[in-house]
Nanobody, 128 residues
Framework: QVQLVESGGGLVQPGGSLRLSCAAS????????IGWFRQAPGKEREGVSC????????HYADSVKGRFTISRDNAKNTVYLQMNSLKPEDTAIYYC?????????????????????WGQGTQVTVSS
């Protein structure tokens, strides 16, 4: 069982930045696609960004393109989500997910918000 732990959430003013981190214990993330999904009250869950296991393929939701960047450091067994130019509508719980299904791609994983393992989530609040 892959255990994912998110960190880096918090309160930030509009226009500010945050970097979320996702670390795994016991298992290497090298063989997993990793993604960030978010859930805001009263809104549908959204696949924010996903990254492939080894060849650097990424996917972003239209709502965050140009503002968010996903990256991974396999040596540290950690995946990051750099969030810039944050808006109030980015307020949500952000979940780190890991997926190894042979039936999904980076794109379908993010588009359908499907993954094998989920973290507990970290709250991001964008407000003045």
């Amino acid at each position: 069982q892959v255990q994912l732990v998110e960190s880096g959430g918090g309160l930030v003013q509009p226009g500010g930045s945050l970097r979320l981190s996702c670390a795994a214990s016991k298992y290497t993330l090298d063989y997993y696609r990793i993604g960030w999904f978010r859930q805001a009250p009263g809104k549908e869950r959204e696949g924010v960004s996903c990254i492939s296991s080894s060849d650097g393929i990424t996917h972003y939701a239209d709502s965050v393109k140009g503002r968010f960047t996903i990256s991974r450091d396999n040596a540290k067994n950690t995946v990051y989500l750099q969030m810039n130019s944050l808006k109030p509508e980015d307020t949500a719980i952000y979940y780190c997910v890991a997926d190894a299904s042979p039936f999904r791609t980076v794109q379908t994983m993010c588009h359908n918000q499907r993954a094998d393992y989920w973290g507990q989530g970290t709250q991001v609040t964008v407000s003045s």
